[in-house]
């Protein structure tokens, strides 16, 4: 071997960010491993000697104060005759010639070169997806897993875990579907994590779906959604002779019911941000109407009083309309009729007066 071969372990221990010597103690295991294999013998160790750049292969002799075996140990005189520092237990290494180490040492560099280029690849890949994480991209479904359902994202496998699905999300093999990556994890099976539920995603095809979005004109402040197919979403616009609902729903719903079928027919209520909470709540509220509106500043609360017709859309099933309304508001929501209202009063001024 010559130089050439210290100059190929420089350059691959540079694009794998690492010291050269871990790279080469690697090498020499690996080499180490092979010529123990070959010779049947465990007492060997390979040396990479960069002034030559080349591999030695050497003996490790014990030294010891009785000698059992010869073939492996040395006593402590003879051992002290060569170098006066030995002591028992301590190695000398002896210089063997092994027929095929050459070509052992290059074969396990290349396999080493390989490897590293290809983990090189592999990271370089995963730190490009992290800089995308609230992207939107297309997968393809590959199949499913325990895990989830697997995508090929163009250069890289992505997982889409059951709690990131849409309630109704089906996919057939082949089928091209938009995905937000929320995670990358370093592992090499289907290391991006991606999601259906993601406001990233819904903010994309509002984008893709509205000019007016993307000439700024309308600005999308808020984006909430949840995995049972609900989402709500507030918009303003910067100019007043534009509707930002309307805007975003279009004519007979040609804007928003593309972004529905995306998303497998998910209920997606626009609404108008306002700086006043009490009417940004009531809108969030929708599709209940008619909510009045109680703040309690300092709390950040609000008691929100709508009809009794209104009650069961105000909560929404299983509570999913109020947790949105929640979240897209940033107030929390004690939602109730007129009669538990009334009732709520007496509850809190029996409390006053027992604390006063």
Not at 67 to 88: F, K, M, N, W, Y
């Amino acid at each position: 071997m010559t130089t050439e071969l210290l100059n190929a372990l420089k350059m691959v221990a540079a694009e794998k960010s690492m010291e050269l010597d871990d790279l080469i103690a690697t090498i020499e295991s690996a080499v180490t491993s092979a010529a123990m294999k070959r010779l049947g013998r465990e007492n060997l160790e390979v040396k990479f000697n960069q002034e030559k750049g080349e591999f030695d292969l050497f003996e490790q002799i014990e030294v010891t104060d009785s000698v059992e075996d010869p073939t492996s140990q040395i006593s402590l005189e003879d051992a002290r005759g060569l170098d006066e520092s030995h002591e028992a237990g301590s190695f000398i290494l002896k210089h063997m010639e092994m027929e095929g180490l050459g070509r052992i040492a290059a074969q396990s560099v290349r396999q080493m070169i390989h490897r590293k280029g290809k983990e090189a690849e592999h990271h370089k890949l995963l730190e490009e997806h992290r800089q995308r994480i609230g992207e939107v991209i297309t997968g393809t479904m590959e199949g499913r897993s325990v895990g989830g359902v697997l995508f090929n994202l163009g250069n890289v496998g992505g997982i889409l875990p059951k709690e990131e699905q849409v309630v109704n999300d089906k996919f057939n093999r082949g089928q091209h579907v938009k995905l937000a990556i929320v995670e990358v994890c370093d592992r090499w099976s289907d290391p991006v994590v991606v999601s259906r539920v993601a406001p990233a995603l819904l903010r994309y095809l509002l984008e893709l779906e509205t000019p007016e979005i993307g000439e700024g004109l309308v600005e999308v402040l808020n984006v909430v959604r949840d995995n049972a197919g609900r989402s709500k979403v507030a918009v303003k616009s910067k100019k007043l002779d534009i509707d930002p609902v309307g805007a975003c729903i279009g004519v007979r719903g040609s804007r928003i019911q593309p972004i529905v079928r995306e998303l497998n027919g998910e209920k997606i209520d626009v609404i108008a941000w306002s700086d006043d909470p009490r009417q940004l709540i009531a809108s969030a509220l929708a599709p209940a109407k008619n909510a009045k509106v109680i703040l309690h500043e300092e709390s950040k609360n609000a008691d929100v009083i709508v009809p009794d017709d209104q009650l069961s859309p105000a909560i929404g099933k299983r509570g999913v309309n109020v947790k949105l309304a929640v979240k897209l508001t940033g107030w929390e929501l004690d939602v109730m009729n007129e009669k538990e209202y009334e009732e709520k009063k007496v509850r809190t001024a029996k409390l006053k007066k027992y604390k006063q």
